[in-house]
């Protein structure tokens, strides 16, 4: 085996080029690992919100709550069934909500809808984590709304004690700012459930029932029982389902970020190898002198595809290191389905480091194969003429 | 001009490093022309629809809200408008596929007359008016799926809780940026289904309202006047340019519009270090030949041109193959069949592709900044000093 | 200092007053040549001899402007190419040189025609008088019928004649020739020689050569041997029997 060291001190030798293919194939990396970052950041907030036990319950047939409608009277029924967990006052944890998606305005001046959301006292307890985290809780009836620190980052009028216009009409006061856990919440204004119905209009209906139940046995007898009332079509989604079900959105991401990775891949994957053949043609001499030495066919190929790997392996290196600044940065992606804005904490999660290994390792090996083909080729005698 | 066939040859003197070269500068802007695609092609068709006059009225609090469907003939009314119709999004399952392409309920009398840039043989059309729940779709939805006149074409679980029995009575063809991938149906068909089976929950509602106007000096004044007239009901209106229109959903978009920017230029980033180490490569081996030139007498400024001279040249080739290829790829291939619904059509504009080439010479001039100067700066008696 | 035996009153071509040259590397200042004056007249076929390191190169550099000597004066053909600027030296390269390399330096992706060629593309002529003159050049240097060979496909001697082609196809003042014959066989060699002295004899160029080979300096009408960075010896060719 030749040593490493032998590759190392090549590197360095030669140091303006590996810097350049470091930089060149840091800079693909980065590209890729910022978008899959996005997805795992997605990803992570749709799986902290399923609560196992968690059940949202809507209109048969919708995979979204902002098309649904239950009949109040269903609606708050349900919220009597056996089974739900209580609270400490013996207050069932269940809760009546409505959606509204109205149009926003982003900080930027740029326009897009957002999703409000009007709740019950018990609302706050069905999210993982929810905490006031500046200002307060909003009061019903005052025209007052809380809104997600994530948010408040992001559009006009959402900081604390700013006026929240949504659409033409409603305006609310921003009183706090919460967080929830990563959880979808982080995406919503919350106000008073029956303020918005008399913002609104909307009478008759909720979007959805949400509840907890009291345990996992009890949650399928609940399911069940919800499901199958005859007269009002209704599915109970748990919360994990119903929140796999908003992939969509993450599926294009995936499917597109799949696209720009593959391509960058390649892309790389030829500089890659352009630097290699230069490595190998320059050191013919050597590589007929370490063959002369006695080392194998083998020992030269591993040696220039273990360089070509390493010499990648500090540009993925380098293009993951540089996603560090922006794990602090919060994107907004549109949710396709309701057509709202999710924001989305950048997160380097495991799908995005195994984007940047995969790739990494694409680009050494592929990369380095030929070149390192065409040094085993070399007969000794020739390359030890070689000028 | 004279000294051509010397930068064309050394480009060809180590013909592998710059097919490499032209390889990964072109499977890159392929990517890039794909990306800037996506936002360029939005603001191309809608600069196209400014010539059909159309002005698109839509509840001022978000797609949520209702538009009676009342409105749609209280506008008709109004002087300057030729016609107007409901268009309300369904968004159903067609056999368990989620949403693969849009539907929207629309007035068959006057659907055709607002969107005249779509075609359909005047038979169709009069069997579409005349079923109720009849339902015109796009040429190329009808070639995706293999469907015909006639063929049933039935949706689920869309936006309202009726199922929708359709048959297809007409296939409609208009320009290739138009989306020809709908499915329009009855309006009225959904607004009885829902009186009949829901108690009108959810009925009446048009969803927007599409309107022609006569000329487009009026659409300006016939918007304010419309949201005027709503401004203090229930549901007040917003009312704009179906270009203004298509902006809002760009405008949705939001982060990714930045992140495609800061992706092109990391991608711009790492082709000049590609394209420059390789010119730089090419230049160390070349050491004596550049001080055997200045020696003839080739001054700085000649060998600064053919130094860049050459790095513009790979680049550029790989710009040619890679912005003008991915033009003729998207125009040869539709790939937008296989898009599951979420492109209705997909293609490189022209402007884009140019673009593509212009960054890739940039990108060549600035691989070859450094290797040039090193160049040009190099002492002749140096290079020329002999390696033994 | 010696002039050589003048059989009639000729121009100078070359006149060197006080030439020092030093090399710096970082700290270290390697002196090369020391104080020289030299006069060579127009029409002189001159060879520098000495050993390795006694600085002849250096002093061809020099002459050929190819470099800036640290103290003294370099005039070729009355001017002071001392104090012309990098760029400005480098045109009169071009308007006064002809170069022959001991490596024959040719641009391995040019043809023997365009290789020839390449000082003519700094002129102003039109491409028909250029294809003209490279002809000319290559028919003198006996290699017509050789234009579209590549430098690889020509044997060393070939090489050589096509650089000495490129070398006068400008119609230089001055050809400079550093070890024109080092990397040729004898037969080569020689065949270069000849026409050496053929470009002096028939055209009256002025020639500057640098050379190990004593057949070689047999060929020049003086020697100049060089030792340590200074002139030790001048001798005409009449005079070389007795040496040699």
Same mark, same amino acid.
């Given at each position: 085996m030749i040593p490493l060291k032998y590759n190392f001190r090549n590197l360095r030798v030669r140091w303006v080029t590996t810097v350049m293919t470091v930089l060149g194939t840091g800079a693909v990396v980065w590209c890729s690992a910022i978008l899959f970052g996005m997805v795992d950041g997605l990803q992570r907030s749709l799986n902290v919100s399923g609560d196992p036990r968690g059940l949202i319950v809507c209109r048969k047939g919708q995979t979204n709550e902002t098309t649904s409608g239950v009949e109040l009277s269903k609606a708050e029924s349900i919220v009597t069934l056996d089974g739900i967990e209580h609270d400490e006052a013996g207050t069932p944890l269940a809760a009546l909500e409505m959606t509204n998606i109205p149009v926003a305005e982003r900080l930027n001046g740029s326009h897009t809808n957002i999703i409000v959301r009007g709740v019950d006292p018990e609302s706050p307890k069905l999210r993982p984590n929810f905490t006031v985290v500046s200002g307060r809780y909003f009061e019903p009836g005052k025209g007052e709304c809380v809104v997600s620190r994530n948010l408040s980052k992001r559009f006009k009028g959402t900081s604390l004690?700013?006026?929240?216009?949504?659409?033409?009409k409603e305006s609310y006061r921003v009183v706090g700012l919460f967080t929830a856990g990563g959880s979808a919440a982080e995406s919503e204004v919350w106000v008073d459930r029956q303020d918005?119905?008399?913002?609104?209009?909307?009478?008759?209906?909720?979007?959805?029932?949400?509840?907890?139940?009291?345990?996992?046995?009890?949650?399928?007898?609940?399911?069940?029982?919800?499901?199958?009332?005859?007269?009002?079509?209704?599915?109970?989604?748990?919360?994990?389902?119903?929140?796999?079900?908003q992939e969509r959105s993450g599926l294009f991401l995936k499917v597109f970020g799949s696209i720009i990775a593959i391509l960058l891949t390649i892309g790389a994957m030829f500089a890659a190898a352009n630097t290699m053949f230069a490595a190998v043609s320059a050191r013919t001499r050597e590589i007929g002198t370490m063959r002369a030495l006695g080392f194998s066919r083998f020992d030269v190929l591993?040696?220039?595809?273990?360089?070509?790997?390493?010499?990648?392996?500090?540009?993925?290196?380098?293009?993951?290191?540089?996603?560090?600044?922006?794990?602090?940065?919060?994107?907004?992606?549109?949710?396709?389905?309701?057509?709202?804005?999710?924001?989305?904490?950048?997160?380097?999660?495991?799908?995005?480091?195994?984007?940047?290994?995969?790739?990494?390792?694409?680009?050494?090996?592929?990369?380095?194969?030929?070149?390192?083909?065409?040094?085993?080729k070399l007969d000794v005698i020739t390359s030890l003429r070689e000028l | 001009m004279k000294f051509l066939h010397y930068i064309l040859r050394n480009a060809r003197r180590n013909p592998l490093r710059s097919v490499l070269t032209v390889a990964s500068v072109s499977v890159c802007l392929f990517l890039m022309m794909i990306l800037i695609s996506f936002l360029s092609i939005n603001d191309e068709v809608n600069d196209s629809v400014r010539i059909f006059n159309r002005i698109v009225t839509m509840s001022s609090q978000g797609f949520g809200q209702p538009v009676p469907i009342v409105r749609v003939s209280e506008i008709a009314a109004l002087d300057g408008v030729i016609a107007t119709t409901p268009f309300s999004w369904y968004g159903g399952k067609y056999n368990e596929e989620v949403m693969p392409f849009a539907q929207f309920g629309v007035d068959p009398k006057t659907i055709f007359t607002i969107y005249d840039e779509l075609h359909l043989p005047a038979d169709q059309l009069k069997a579409f008016q005349e079923d109720?729940?009849?339902?015109?779709?796009?040429?190329?939805?009808?070639?995706?799926?293999?469907?015909?006149?006639?063929?049933?074409?039935?949706?689920?679980?869309?936006?309202?809780?009726?199922?929708?029995?359709?048959?297809?009575?007409?296939?409609?063809?208009?320009?290739?940026?138009?989306?020809?991938?709908?499915?329009?149906?009855?309006?009225?068909?959904?607004?009885?289904?829902?009186?009949?089976?829901?108690?009108?929950?959810?009925?009446?509602?048009?969803?927007?309202?599409?309107?022609?106007?006569?000329?487009?000096?009026?659409?300006?004044?016939?918007?304010?006047?419309?949201?005027?007239?709503?401004?203090?009901?229930?549901?007040?209106?917003?009312?704009?340019?179906e270009e203004q229109f298509g902006k809002m959903f760009a405008e949705m978009?939001?982060?990714?519009?930045?992140?495609?920017?800061?992706?092109?230029?990391?991608?711009?980033?790492?082709?000049?270090?590609?394209?420059?180490?390789?010119?730089?490569?090419?230049?160390?081996?070349?050491?004596?030949?550049?001080?055997?030139?200045?020696?003839?007498?080739?001054?700085?400024?000649?060998?600064?041109?053919?130094?860049?001279?050459?790095?513009?040249?790979?680049?550029?080739?790989?710009?040619v193959v890679g912005a003008l290829g991915s033009k003729l790829f998207f125009d040869a291939f539709d790939v937008a069949r296989y898009s599951a619904g979420f492109l209705p059509f997909f293609y490189v504009p022209w402007s884009t592709a140019i673009l593509g080439l212009a960054l890739s010479l940039a990108i060549g001039f600035l691989s070859g900044v450094v290797p040039a100067f090193r160049a040009a700066q190099l002492p002749v008696v140096t290079g020329l000093r002999k390696v033994v | 200092?010696?002039?050589?035996?003048?059989?009639?009153?000729?121009?100078?071509?070359? &006149? #060197?007053?006080?030439?020092?040259? *030093?090399?710096?590397?970082? =700290?270290?200042?390697?002196? &090369? #040549?020391?104080?020289?004056?030299? *006069?060579?007249?127009?029409? =002189?076929?001159?060879?520098?001899m000495g050993p390795s390191g006694s600085g002849k190169t250096t002093l061809l550099n020099l002459i050929a402007g190819l470099d800036h000597p640290t103290a003294g004066e370099v005039c070729v053909r009355g001017q002071d190419i001392t104090q012309l600027s990098d760029s400005e030296l480098t045109r009169w390269r071009g308007n006064h040189i002809g170069f022959v390399f001991q490596l024959y330096n040719l641009i391995p992706v040019l043809t023997a025609l365009e290789n020839v060629e390449l000082p003519l593309l700094l002129t102003s002529l039109s491409r028909q008088r250029r294809k003209e003159n490279v002809r000319t050049a290559l028919r003198i240097v006996g290699l017509e019928g050789r234009e579209d060979h590549y430098p690889r496909q020509l044997s060393g001697g070939q090489e050589q004649r096509v650089a000495i082609a490129r070398a006068f196809v400008t119609d230089p003042y001055l050809l400079v020739a550093d070890e024109p014959t080092g990397d040729l066989d004898r037969s080569s060699a020689g065949e270069i020689l000849e026409l050496l002295v053929q470009l002096n004899r028939e055209f009256q160029k002025t020639i500057v050569m640098v050379t190990h080979d004593p057949l070689a300096a047999q060929r020049a009408s003086r020697i100049l041997r060089l030792d340590k960075g200074q002139l030790v010896g001048d001798i005409a060719q009449s005079q070389l029997g007795a040496i040699l």
């Open positions: 004690g700013g006026i929240l216009k949504v659409g033409e918005l119905e008399r913002n609104t209009g909307n009478r008759g209906y909720a979007s959805s029932v949400r509840l907890r139940a009291a345990s996992l046995d009890g949650l399928t007898t609940l399911q069940q029982t919800i499901e199958g009332d005859p007269q009002f079509k209704l599915k109970a989604w748990t919360e994990p389902e119903y929140y796999q079900k591993i040696s220039f595809l273990g360089e070509s790997i390493l010499l990648c392996a500090l540009g993925g290196a380098l293009g993951l290191l540089a996603t560090i600044p922006l794990s602090a940065l919060t994107f907004g992606i549109s949710n396709f389905d309701s057509f709202t804005e999710v924001t989305v904490n950048f997160h380097l999660g495991p799908l995005a480091m195994t984007v940047a290994v995969a790739m990494t390792a694409a680009m050494g090996i592929f990369g380095g194969l030929f070149p390192a083909l065409r040094a085993v | 109720m729940t009849g339902c015109v779709i796009g040429k190329k939805l009808a070639g995706d799926r293999g469907l015909k006149v006639g063929d049933r074409l039935p949706l689920k679980d869309g936006a309202y809780p009726v199922n929708l029995d359709l048959t297809i009575r007409g296939i409609y063809d208009g320009p290739a940026n138009r989306d020809l991938r709908m499915c329009m149906f009855n309006w009225g068909y959904l607004d009885e289904s829902l009186k009949r089976d829901f108690g009108g929950r959810g009925s009446g509602n048009a969803g927007i309202v599409v309107i022609k106007c006569r000329n487009a000096e009026i659409m300006a004044s016939l918007s304010k006047q419309i949201d005027k007239e709503y401004a203090n009901s229930d549901t007040p209106t917003r009312t704009q340019t978009i939001g982060d990714v519009r930045s992140f495609i920017g800061n992706v092109g230029l990391a991608v711009v980033f790492s082709l000049v270090c590609v394209a420059g180490n390789a010119m730089a490569m090419s230049m160390r081996e070349r050491t004596t030949e550049v001080a055997v030139l200045k020696a003839i007498g080739f001054g700085k400024p000649l060998l600064l041109f053919f130094v860049l001279a050459e790095a513009v040249l790979v680049a550029g080739l790989g710009g | 200092m010696k002039k050589g035996a003048k059989s009639m009153p000729n121009k100078l071509a070359i &006149v #060197l007053r006080g030439v020092s040259k *030093e090399y710096r590397r970082d =700290e270290i200042r390697i002196p &090369v #040549l020391f104080d020289l004056d030299l *006069e060579v007249e127009e029409g =002189e076929y001159l060879a520098l």
